[in-house]
Structure formats: C-alpha cells, structure tokens
T-cell receptor, first 117, second 114 residues
C-alpha cells in the first residue's frame, strides 16, 4: 500500500520559536495533501488542503500566516508553525491522496506531537 | 460544509459481544463513507469503507451499512475482542474533485472488556 512518512514524530520547543513538520509520500505522487490537527481526546480537524505548486486552502479559523504550508513537489509538503505558543501544542497529522487512488482514499502519516513550553 | 454526528461517544462491551456505532451526516452529495480506527498516539487506520452505490459491505467481523435516504451509516463489529478497543471515527466525504477531503465525526471510544 501507499506509504506516507511524517517527521519529526515528536518535537518540544520553546514559546516563540518556529517548528517545521515534513510529510512525504514515499511510493506515489501525492496530488493533494491535507493537514489535520488533533487535540487530546478530540477529533481530527482539517486545517488546510494543499496541491502541488499552488497555495494552500485553509479552513475557516485557521491562521494562514501562523501555519505556513508549502507543497513544493508531488512527494513533499511541509507545515511550519510560526511563533509557536503553548496553545499550539497538539498532534499534527498529514494525509495524502492521489488521482490513481479510489475517490476519497487517504493515506496518513504517523503524526507529529508538538509540545510548546 | 458537512455536519457529522457520531453516537455513542463511548461504548463499553464484553468480549464476544457486538458493537454498533452510528454516524449521521448532512451533505446529501456525500458518496464516500469510511470508518477509521485510531489507537492512542497513532495514525488513523481505515478499517472499512462503502460507496453510495451499495447499502452494505462486510469484511470478516466488521460491516458497514448505509442509509442514504436518512443520511446515516453505521459500523458493526461482531465477536469483539480486547484489541478492538480504540477510538473509531466516521468521515463521510464527497468524492470526485475533492479527493480525500474528509470531515471526521467526534469519535467513539470503544472499550472491550475481557
């Protein structure tokens, strides 16, 4: 099956610093990548959708200047949390889809747990 | 956008019993209905999905039933085992141009007691 790799799996940073999370599709070209955030004991909330070579589309309430998404190639998307604060501490998960897959089919990365001190 | 409600929020059963989780959605254009299982700290795993052209699908102990008229679909797990304990999410979606844009339900914590 298709594999999506995400790293780092966990990161601890100080308040005010920026953190970058990478999401790679290892054996397929990801048409679209999605970034989700999951707070403890809550559901996955879609943050943004990114297509290779174009600007990401952010969901309502998600600050695009704070959560920078870059999808420079068909196999790599990055999420940068800028000027992170403790309330940004969460589990961030990427997922990818491709045109060759079944409609709606998603492949998830392992997730990245961010803790901001 | 899609409004998704999932019930119950928690479900506790004895090993060997059946478990049923229901998901109600609002977008009548939805045509893809997956169920995901998520263990603590792990990524969601697709366990079964169904498309709108069928009413039921079964895979060993797991089944999904769909009622498009009433806009709900359900996950059925039979002969539950302790390793079935996890959080389960439904995530209905509109396939086609919006490949993979899923709206997740609130989740159901399933606990299977030995």
């Amino acid at each position: 099956g298709a594999v999506v790799s995400q790293h780092p799996s966990w990161v601890i940073c100080k308040s005010g610093t920026s953190v970058k999370i990478e999401c790679r599709s290892l054996d397929f070209q990801a048409t679209t990548m999605f970034w989700y955030r999951q707070f403890p004991k809550q559901s996955l909330m879609l943050m943004a959708t990114s297509n290779e070579g174009s600007k990401a589309t952010y969901e309502q309430g998600v600050e695009k200047d704070k959560f920078l998404i870059n999808h420079a190639s068909l196999t790599l998307s990055t999420l940068t949390v800028t000027s992170a604060h403790p309330e940004d501490s969460s589990f961030y998960i990427c997922s990818a889809s491709w045109r060759g897959g079944r409609a709606g089919e998603l492949f998830f990365g392992e997730g990245s747990r961010l803790t901001v001190l | 956008g899609e409004n998704v409600e999932q019930h119950p929020s928690t479900l506790s059963v004895q090993e060997g019993d059946s478990a049923v989780i229901k998901c109600t959605y609002s977008d009548s254009a939805s045509n893809y209905f997956p169920w995901y299982k998520q263990e603590l700290g792990k990524r969601p795993q697709l366990i079964i999905d169904i498309r709108s052209n069928v009413g039921e699908k079964k895979d060993q102990r797991i089944a999904v039933t769909l009622n498009k008229t009433a806009k709900h679909f359900s996950l059925h797990i039979t002969e539950t085992q302790p390793e079935d304990s996890a959080v389960y999410f439904c995530a209905p979606a509109v396939g086609g141009t919006s490949y993979g844009k899923l709206t997740f339900g609130q989740g159901t914590i399933l606990t299977v007691h030995p």
